[in-house]
C-alpha cells in the first residue's frame, strides 16, 4: 500500500539553511527532493569517498577476522584497498613465476652466470627440444641431452662458430636459475600471506568503516540537500520543497512550531511527484524488493507488491515442484540466516510453498510420492492427479493459475482506471473486462454444470453485447465515434493475438518443472544402476545422488526466480497497466 504523504515548502534565512536541514536529518521523517548524484565538487568528493569506503567493505566481506587486530590503521579504507592492491599485484607476479618455473624445470638447476664464462672462451650453449633425439644429430654437433618430459627430449648444443646451422627452431636462453626462481616464489608467497594476514586484522575494524560510511553518505545527503534548495529575494531567503508521511505531520508540526520555521503544508497531489513509501504487513514486505527492482508505484498507482507476493511465491512454487527441495531450501536459509540476512526469511517462505506444492504434485527429490505404499490413500487423493481431462495435470493447474492472473491484472486495471479517470472514461476498459473476466467465469461455471446451455448462451449474448458498446462505441466519449470504432478493431486485433501469447507463457511454469523432474530422476536413474548389489556402490550410489540433486537444486532455483519475475513484471505489469515509475521514499536520516 502506497503511504500517503503531505507536502512542505520550508522557506528560510539563507544563513539559516544548513542548521534546519540538520534538524531535519535529526527528526528523520522529511524527504527534501534533491539530486541523487553529485552536483559541485564537493559533492563528487563526499562521493568518492563513500565510493571508497564501499570497495573496502567489499574486499573485507569475504574474509575471515584474524585472531587479533593487529597495528591500528590511520585510514581504513585507503590500507584496505593498498593491501588489495598489493596482493593481487603479488599474486599476478606470482602466476608469472610459476609459468617461468615450469617452463625452466626440463633444464634443471644451473648456474645461469657460467653461458658468460663460456661465451668468453668463444662457445655458445644452443637450447633444444624435440620428440626424439636423431643419432645423426649427435654425431655432427656437440649435443648434450639434459632431461625428458611431456614426450619432448630437452638437450643443448654447444657451437664454437658462427657459421652455425641446426634443423630446429632455437629456444629462448634460459634468463635465470630455476633454483633462483624458486626461492622468489617462496618469497612471494609468503608476502602474498603476509597480505593477507593484514585484511584479516582489518576485519576487526569493519563496523569502524561502516560507521564512516553512514557518516559520509549523510554528509552527503545533507549537502545534496542544501543544493536543491531555491534561493530567492537576492539570495536571502532559500527555498525547500519536502514531503513527509501524513502519519508524521502532527510530530513535525511541533518541531516546526519549536523552530520558528515558516513553512506551506499541504495534502501531497500525483502532479507533485512525491516520494512513494510502501506500507505492507511482514509478509508482503518480504517481497518489496522485488517491486523495487522494477520500479516503485506513482503515487496514484497501486501497489503491487501483495500481488507480488502471492503469485510469485506460488509460481516459484510451481517451477521447483518438489517437496524435498523444499525442505533443502529452508534448512538452507535457516543455516545461511546470517550471511543471507533479509533474504533468509523469503528463502524459508519460497521454501515452505515448495514443500506445499512438491507435497500436491507428489514429487519429493523427483520420486513419485503415488507410488509409495505406506502413504494412506486418503492423503493420495488430496495430491494432483497424473491427468485432468486427458492432460497432464500440472500442465492444466498452469494454465489455469495463469488465466486467474491475466484476469486479476485486468480487474485490477478497470480499478485503477476508474479511480483516476473516472467511471466515464474508462468505459473501454470496463468492455474488455467484461468481456475476458466475464467469459472465463461463465465458461467455469458452464464446464462445471452450474449453468445449462440456455443459459450459458444468453449471459455470454449480454456480455459480449455490453462489451462491445464499451470496446468500440464509447472507449472515447470525447472523439468520434467513427474514430472509436477504428481505434476498437485495432485494440481488438492486439488484444486477441496478445492474450493468447500471455496465457500460453505461464506453459513455462509446467516446463521447467518438469524439466526438473526429470533431471532428478535421471540423477536418480544412474545413481541406482551405480548400486548394483551394494557394497562399495552405496559410495556412488550416495555421490551420484547427492551431487547430482545439489546441482539440480542450483539450476532449478535459478529459473524459478527468473521465470516467475518475468510472469509478474511483463504478463501481470502489463494487462493491469502497472508503469513503476515512482521514486524512493528517501529521507533526511543521520
Keep these: 500500500m502506497v503511504t500517503e504523504m503531505t507536502k512542505y515548502d520550508f522557506i528560510l534565512m539563507s544563513g539559516d539553511a544548513?542548521?534546519?536541514?540538520?534538524?531535519?536529518?535529526?527528526?528523520?521523517?522529511?524527504?527534501?527532493?534533491?539530486?541523487?548524484?553529485?552536483?559541485?565538487?564537493?559533492?563528487?568528493?563526499?562521493?568518492?569517498?563513500?565510493?571508497?569506503y564501499r570497495k573496502a567493505l567489499s574486499?573485507?566481506?569475504?574474509?575471515?577476522?584474524?585472531?587479533?587486530?593487529?597495528?591500528?590503521?590511520?585510514?581504513?579504507?585507503?590500507?584496505?584497498?593498498?593491501?588489495?592492491?598489493d596482493r593481487e599485484a603479488l599474486q599476478a607476479r606470482l602466476?608469472?613465476?610459476?609459468?617461468?618455473?615450469?617452463?625452466?624445470?626440463?633444464?634443471?638447476?644451473?648456474?645461469?652466470?657460467?653461458?658468460?664464462?663460456?661465451?668468453?672462451?668463444?662457445?655458445?650453449?644452443?637450447?633444444?627440444?624435440?620428440?626424439?633425439?636423431?643419432?645423426?644429430?649427435?654425431?655432427?654437433?656437440?649435443?648434450?641431452?639434459?632431461?625428458?618430459?611431456?614426450g619432448y627430449s630437452y638437450f643443448v648444443v654447444v657451437s664454437d662458430s658462427d657459421e652455425y646451422d641446426f634443423p630446429l627452431k632455437e629456444l629462448p636462453v634460459p634468463e635465470s636459475d630455476y633454483a633462483a626462481i624458486e626461492k622468489e616464489i617462496a618469497e612471494v608467497e609468503a608476502a602474498v600471506k603476509q597480505k593477507g594476514h593484514r585484511l584479516a586484522q582489518l576485519k576487526w575494524h569493519e563496523p569502524v568503516l561502516q560507521g564512516e560510511l553512514d557518516k559520509t553518505l549523510s554528509k552527503l545527503d545533507l549537502h545534496l540537500a542544501h543544493a536543491s534548495g531555491e534561493k530567492a529575494a537576492e539570495d536571502y531567503l532559500t527555498v525547500f520543497e519536502g514531503f513527509a508521511p501524513a502519519v508524521n505531520v502532527p510530530a513535525l508540526r511541533d518541531m516546526l512550531?519549536?523552530?520558528?520555521?515558516?513553512?506551506?503544508?499541504?495534502?501531497?497531489?500525483?502532479?507533485?511527484?512525491?516520494?512513494?513509501?510502501?506500507?505492507?504487513?511482514?509478509?508482503?514486505?518480504?517481497?518489496?524488493?522485488?517491486?523495487?527492482?522494477?520500479?516503485?508505484?506513482?503515487?496514484?498507482?497501486?501497489?503491487?507488491?501483495v500481488f507480488i507476493s502471492i503469485f510469485f511465491m506460488l509460481f516459484f512454487a510451481f517451477c521447483m515442484g518438489d517437496a524435498g527441495y523444499g525442505l533443502v531450501l529452508i534448512l538452507g536459509s535457516l543455516a545461511l540466516k546470517k550471511k543471507l540476512g533479509k533474504?533468509?526469511?523469503?528463502?524459508?517462505?519460497?521454501?515452505?510453498?515448495?514443500?506445499?506444492?512438491?507435497?500436491?504434485f507428489h514429487t519429493f527429490f523427483s520420486m513419485d510420492m503415488l507410488e509409495w505404499s505406506w502413504i494412506p490413500d486418503a492423503v493420495k487423493k488430496c495430491m494432483l492427479p497424473s491427468t485432468i481431462a486427458g492432460y497432464d495435470?500440472?500442465?492444466?493447474?498452469?494454465?489455469?493459475?495463469?488465466?486467474?492472473?491475466?484476469?486479476?491484472?485486468?480487474?485490477?486495471?478497470?480499478?485503477?482506471?476508474?479511480?483516476?479517470?473516472?467511471?466515464?472514461?474508462?468505459?473501454?476498459?470496463?468492455?474488455?473486462?467484461?468481456?475476458i473476466v466475464g467469459g472465463v467465469i461463465v465458461g467455469g461455471l458452464a464446464l462445471m454444470g452450474v449453468m445449462d446451455k440456455a443459459v450459458t448462451k444468453w449471459v455470454i449474448i449480454g456480455l459480449g453485447s455490453l462489451s462491445a458498446l464499451g470496446i468500440f462505441f464509447l472507449n472515447n466519449l470525447h472523439r468520434n465515434p467513427l474514430l472509436n470504432v477504428g481505434s476498437g478493431l485495432w485494440e481488438t486485433y492486439n488484444t486477441a493475438t496478445g492474450l493468447l501469447g500471455d496465457v500460453l507463457s505461464y506453459l513455462r511454469l509446467y516446463a521447467l518443472g518438469l524439466a526438473g523432474a526429470k533431471l532428478g530422476e535421471a540423477f536418480n536413474a544412474i545413481g541406482t544402476q551405480a548400486l548394483g548389489d551394494g557394497g562399495v556402490g552405496w559410495v556412488w550410489f550416495i555421490l551420484i545422488v547427492v551431487i547430482g540433486h545439489v546441482l539440480n537444486i542450483a539450476m532449478c532455483i535459478l529459473g524459478a526466480f527468473v521465470h516467475?519475475?518475468?510472469?509478474?513484471?511483463?504478463?501481470?505489469?502489463?494487462?493491469?497497466?502497472?508503469?513503476?515509475?515512482?521514486?524512493?521514499?528517501?529521507?533526511?536520516?543521520?
Excluded at 62 to 84: C, I, Y
Excluded at 404 to 411: E, G, S, T
Excluded at 565 to 590: I, M, T, V
Design 257 to 305: 512550531e519549536k523552530e520558528h520555521v515558516f513553512y506551506l503544508e499541504d495534502k501531497a497531489k500525483t502532479e507533485d511527484n512525491p516520494p512513494i513509501k510502501l506500507k505492507n504487513n511482514k509478509f508482503v514486505s518480504m517481497f518489496e524488493m522485488l517491486t523495487d527492482m522494477y520500479g516503485r508505484p506513482k503515487y496514484d498507482e497501486f501497489d503491487p507488491t
Design 95 to 150: 602466476s608469472q613465476l610459476y609459468k617461468d618455473v615450469e617452463e625452466l624445470r626440463p633444464w634443471g638447476q644451473f648456474d645461469a652466470t657460467s653461458f658468460d664464462r663460456l661465451k668468453e672462451n668463444g662457445l655458445k650453449l644452443h637450447f633444444y627440444k624435440a620428440k626424439a633425439v636423431e643419432p645423426e644429430w649427435k654425431e655432427q654437433y656437440a649435443l648434450s641431452e639434459i632431461s625428458k618430459a611431456d
Design 393 to 435: 495435470g500440472t500442465m492444466v493447474l498452469a494454465l489455469l493459475v495463469g488465466i486467474v492472473h491475466i484476469c486479476l491484472a485486468m480487474i485490477v486495471k478497470t480499478y485503477q482506471s476508474t479511480k483516476v479517470k473516472g467511471f466515464a472514461n474508462s468505459l473501454g476498459t470496463w468492455g474488455w473486462t467484461l468481456l
Design 564 to 590: 516467475p519475475l518475468r510472469l509478474n513484471f511483463l504478463e501481470f505489469f502489463k494487462n493491469s497497466g502497472y508503469e513503476g515509475a515512482g521514486r524512493k521514499y528517501k529521507p533526511l536520516q543521520q
Design 59 to 85: 574486499q573485507l566481506k569475504g574474509v575471515e577476522k584474524a585472531a587479533d587486530p593487529g597495528e591500528k590503521p590511520t585510514d581504513f579504507a585507503v590500507e584496505v584497498m593498498e593491501t588489495v592492491r
Design 343 to 360: 533474504i533468509a526469511p523469503l528463502g524459508v517462505t519460497l521454501g515452505i510453498a515448495t514443500t506445499i506444492i512438491g507435497l500436491l
Design 18 to 52: 544548513d542548521a534546519f536541514l540538520e534538524k531535519l536529518q535529526s527528526v528523520g521523517v522529511v524527504d527534501i527532493t534533491r539530486s541523487l548524484k553529485p552536483v559541485d565538487d564537493k559533492s563528487e568528493k563526499l562521493s568518492e569517498r563513500a565510493e571508497v
